[in-house]
Nanobody, 124 residues
Framework: QVQLVESGGGLVQAGGSLRLSCVASGRTISMYIMGWFRQAPGKEREFVAAVSRRGSSTTYADSVKGRFTISRDNAKNTVYLQMYSLEPGDTAVYYC?????????????????WGQGTQVTASS
């Protein structure tokens, strides 16, 4: 099993930036496709971004393309989500997740391991 711990959330003004980190333990993340998801109050958890095992391929939700960047450092067992130009609509709890599947996927149901989440709030 792999344990995931997110950090880096906080309160920023609209237009601001944050970088989230997700540190894994138990197994090397090089075995997994890694993703970020988010869940706003009263809404379903939704896909944000994912990165392939070696970091060569990334996928983003349309709502964050051009503003968010996912990356990974397998040597540090860490995944990052750099967020720029934050909007009030980005306010949510952000979760890191790991998927042992073969291809990068965007469905919540495909990811096997989850962190506890970190709150991101962008105020207008």
């Amino acid at each position: 099993q792999v344990q995931l711990v997110e950090s880096g959330g906080g309160l920023v003004q609209a237009g601001g930036s944050l970088r989230l980190s997700c540190v894994a333990s138990g197994r090397t993340i090089s075995m997994y496709i890694m993703g970020w998801f988010r869940q706003a109050p009263g809404k379903e958890r939704e896909f944000v971004a994912a990165v392939s095992r070696r970091g060569s391929s990334t996928t983003y939700a349309d709502s964050v393309k051009g503003r968010f960047t996912i990356s990974r450092d397998n040597a540090k067992n860490t995944v990052y989500l750099q967020m720029y130009s934050l909007e009030p609509g980005d306010t949510a709890v952000y979760y890191c997740a790991a998927d042992s599947g073969a291809l990068v996927r965007t469905s919540v149901d495909e990811y096997e391991y989850w962190g506890q989440g970190t709150q991101v709030t962008a105020s207008s």
